[in-house]
């Protein structure tokens, strides 16, 4: 008998939704306004606060929209898990295709594993929760189209899928938009034999248009806020994409945003794929199949030491992931006033007694700020200058070190700096297989030139 006593369980209401889609904008706010001042830790974690908060919102607006949440908790966990190995299988195509790399990654690798899973968790959860959106507000709701008998098919449209992944790493510098469609072609065949209620060639076999540009429109506007928050933060990734170095929103060049859409296609492809893998929780699919479709799925749950396998050996992989991408990918990390070049520790407790422990304060700060630390006024501009070309692109304390070997002291320096004389002297500074490329030399060397003018000549 349950006692007199007992408080009873509130269930969550309209007021609670409110309170914390208002709270998350408020973080959301907050968090833009300190990353575009430069202030930690906001600045450098700026992704972060951004993706989580904006997903906060948009769930709870979603729910006083409809007066139902955008799926269960066992959902919101599985997409959660299961978006950072996805994105770690880019990763490792990018090793061979290198199209994009990072800056400002944490100092300490720990953190950058943390950060790591961290970001790219958000990936399947924003896809996922944007398509609800377009769904809730009926874009092309009902659409029709041609009918494709598709089934006869499955296995060339499988091999086509083999054969983009094939081309793109055999020849990465002309085929590499084929990476975004490879996985969507794979998998979908398999979907279409598992569960045609989720299969995207069940669509188009009935002519059913509806979810497939849903899914396109979903992506698409994903890629501009993805694009947009990158921007800000910095810890951020560049695109060296070949041929399409200039031209460019936010980080991405702009025929670079074609390829968003069909992302959103391969993030629903593959989730629905550990869906019927029997890894996933079944639920981004159809809201009226999903009730009929999930005792069905839950019959066929795996057991759970083969769960258990699977989920430590993406944890694994993350992991292994996140230390080739260090070697590879990751061109800096996040610089620390005592890494600069040319300071010594006399000018860094002189600098500390001024209160200025960051480099970008060194480049904000007034001149009178510098000189009150007692360092002559000359040793102050050769220093903000430094400090100035060590934040510019991302570039970094190692790479400035290397581009002192070369007289590169300041950003107008660098502007006047042939690319490959300075690819070399990066290159004979670290062991990094990618430092020193010329791609993102010329990242500098375009930024060097919009900040110097008529001065770089």
Not at 135 to 152: K, T
Request: hydrophobic share 50%.
């Amino acid at each position: 008998m349950p006692s007199t006593f007992a408080r009873p369980r509130r269930s969550v209401n309209r007021v609670d939704w409110l309170v914390a889609a208002i709270a998350a904008l408020a973080v959301l706010g907050f968090a833009t306004t300190a990353a575009a001042q430069q202030r930690p830790p906001f600045y450098g974690w700026y992704y972060h606060w951004a993706w989580y908060s904006l997903l906060i919102a948009l769930g709870s607006f979603y729910f006083l929209s409809t007066g139902r949440a955008a799926g269960s908790a066992r959902l919101w966990l599985s997409l959660l898990f299961w978006s950072a190995p996805l994105w770690f299988a880019f990763e490792l195509i990018n090793l061979r295709i290198a199209n994009w790399y990072y800056v400002f990654a944490a100092n300490s690798f720990a953190v950058r594993i943390l950060g790591a899973f961290t970001a790219f968790a958000t990936v399947l959860p924003a896809i996922y929760l944007v398509h609800r959106w377009v769904e809730r507000i009926g874009f092309a709701e009902g659409l029709r189209g041609p009918r494709f008998q598709l089934s006869s098919h499955a296995r060339g449209i499988m091999a086509a899928g083999f054969g983009f992944l094939a081309l793109a790493l055999w020849r990465p510098g002309l085929f590499f938009p084929l990476v975004w469609g490879f996985p969507a072609l794979v998998l979908e065949p398999w979907n279409y034999r598992r569960a045609r209620q989720t299969s995207l060639l069940a669509d188009l076999e009935l002519g059913r248009y509806e979810r497939l540009v849903q899914l396109l429109a979903a992506g698409a506007m994903v890629g501009l806020i993805w694009e947009a928050f990158n921007a800000l933060s910095a810890t951020r990734w560049i695109y060296t994409v070949p041929g399409l170095e200039g031209n460019k929103l936010f980080e991405m060049p702009l025929p670079g945003f074609l390829g968003f859409p069909v992302f959103a296609l391969d993030c629903f492809v593959a989730y629905q794929a550990l869906v019927n893998a029997r890894l996933a929780t079944a639920g981004w699919g159809p809201p009226g199949v999903e009730p009929k479709l999930r005792p069905q799925l839950e019959r066929r749950e795996r057991p759970r030491s083969f769960r258990f396998v699977a989920v430590a050996t993406s944890l694994m992989f993350g992991i292994a992931m996140t230390a080739l991408m260090d070697r590879w990918t990751v061109d800096s990390v996040y610089p620390q006033v005592e890494a600069m070049p040319s300071l010594t520790t006399q000018e860094m407790e002189a600098l500390g007694s001024a209160g200025i422990d960051r480099i970008e304060q060194i480049v904000r700060a007034r001149p009178d700020r510098l000189t009150a630390s007692g360092l002559p006024e000359e040793r102050v501009r050769a220093l903000a200058a430094e400090a100035e070309l060590i934040m510019l692109r991302g570039i970094g304390t190692r790479n400035a070190r290397g581009l002192g070997e070369l007289g590169v002291r300041n950003v107008c320096d660098l502007a006047r700096t042939d690319p490959v004389t300075i690819a070399g002297a990066i290159r004979a500074q670290r062991s990094d297989p990618h430092a020193g490329r010329l791609g993102r030399v010329r990242v500098w060397l375009r930024a060097a030139e919009r900040a110097c003018g008529g001065d770089a000549g």
